[in-house]
């Protein structure tokens, strides 16, 4: 085979451009303000929006599957909830975690039923129930902070490690998460489950109608991103040491921006996982960056809102063009 041929065969990954752009706002910032570019303060951006990015990874499932979940930032309050008067009733600290996990996914788990029984889309269902968790959070802490206080709880390697006491060259939480970002996108992409989404977001009727169980798949995936978003409370609650009623409340944005900033569409049929982590640094850029330049923080919600607007739009133009193509 010739040089030539090797060439044409070769193709960039699908999130070079989504890369290029992260690296290119980097660039632009620390040109402005070089202090931004030290080492320690591209860390804690990066852990700073690590949970943000996680929960942006696994939407992606449900992006790709042509549905969308509002409830996420919710579920991630109340399993955090869980999890932190569990350890303050004098609860392991691990089977406090675990108890946090299993709350997020039996959330996720009852979005996907409900959006199953009642023959509705997942946002739909999700608008409601985002109001009952945020309900039944603000009754279990008694619209207060849950804040686990005891010495013995603050030693646990739990919260010494997320929390920062024990000194790394790279913040655990960002190891972890990346470790997840290998879990979802080998699912996503070398499993049957995840063809299965692939599948349905293609073409429901037409992956019914080809045996795959769509009902099944749809509850899983809701109850993935119930698991995945337990896991983000647990983490909140490790890293920032306390919950407050306001938790998880601001994360609808950032989270599904990021995905939509990756290259994963919101018609469905296909999605990129690791492109919705640099999509999540890419608005973690944004924000940090425009408080670097002295901007007022109220900015970046602007700013990240004309960001999806320019994804969309690209990711439109490219749909047509490719249409035309084949």
Known sequence: MSEKSKSKRFKFPEETSVIFALLLLIGIVGAMRP????????????ASYSISALLAGCIVYLL???????????????????AGLAMIAGVPVWLS???????GGMMGAINGALTVLMRLPLIIVTLGTASIFQGISLISNKSGSVVPTDEKLRSNIFFRTLGGDIDTPIPF????????????????HKTRFGYRILAIGSNPEAARLAGIPTKRIKILACT??????????????????????STGANLLLP?????????????????????SLYGALIVGVIGVGIVFLGINAVWSTLVTGLVIIFAIGIDQIVRVRKNRIS
């Open 35 to 46: 202090n931004f570019l030290k080492p320690e303060n591209l860390l804690n951006l990066a």
């Open 64 to 82: 790709a599957m042509g549905e969308i979940d509002l409830s996420f930032g919710w579920i991630l309050n109340l399993s955090a909830v869980v």
């Open 97 to 103: 975690i675990i108890l946090g996990i299993f709350a």
């Open 173 to 188: 939480i960002l190891i972890f998460v990346v470790f997840c970002f290998v879990l979802l996108h080998l699912t996503l």
């Open 224 to 245: 993935l991103m119930g698991v995945v978003s337990g896991i983000g409370g647990v983490l909140f609650l490790g890293f920032r040491g306390a919950v407050d009623p």
């Open 255 to 275: 989270v599904v921006a990021a995905a939509i900033i990756g290259g994963t569409p919101l018609s469905g049929g296909a999605g990129t996982v690791w492109g």
